[in-house]
């Protein structure tokens, strides 16, 4: 039995080491236009008979999908669809990939949900579009919404780039001292 498990462990070992797929540099972002977020259901909700439906958290981690668009130059859409087969496995696979959200331009691990779709614009442009799935969009945590609920953000802004200025440029340098 023991024997039987060794090969298991070494393929989970190997994966584990593996390199994570990076988006490629040369190849631009998803376009601002068709961006919209979806987040999964968190909630399970439970009409009743009489009085108010019940409702609870079903998961503390929900992916959420993202619809993306890429307008693309013909070497650009070359090197996406080779991406996409030989890195990505066709979409199955997870990949690190910049993406807008509420806290602004992140990496997010993500992975296509369906096959992409790509049209010949103007005879120049390659549209490509398709839906990615992120495994957590990442937000303020809770110190910062507290912060940030407590105060208020501009004036916090203001107060933290006064102290930039202090620290950075109107103290004296290390060397003084």
Request: neutral net charge.
């Amino acid at each position: 039995m023991r024997g039987l498990l060794l090969p298991v462990n070494s393929i989970a070992k190997r994966l584990e080491n593996r390199m994570p797929i990076l988006w490629p540099e040369i190849l631009p972002l998803p376009t601002v236009q068709g961006y919209g977020i979806r987040p999964g259901e968190a909630i399970l909700r439970t009409e009743m008979e009489a009085g108010p439906a019940r409702q609870r958290k079903r998961f503390t981690q929900v992916p959420s999908r993202i619809s993306v668009r890429w307008l693309m130059k013909r070497e650009q859409f070359a090197l996406f669809e080779a991406w996409y087969r030989w890195h990505a496995k066709e979409g199955g696979e997870w990949f690190e990939i910049p993406l807008l959200g509420g806290i602004g331009l992140v990496d997010h691990e993500a992975r296509f949900t369906r096959q992409f779709e790509a049209k010949l614009v103007g005879g120049v442009l390659w549209e490509i579009a398709s839906e990615l799935e992120i495994r957590e969009r990442p937000t303020l945590d809770r110190d910062a919404l507290d912060l940030l609920l407590d105060n208020e953000p501009t004036s916090l802004l203001a107060s933290v780039s006064a102290l930039n200025t202090l620290v950075h440029q109107k103290l004296p340098g290390p060397m003084v001292w």
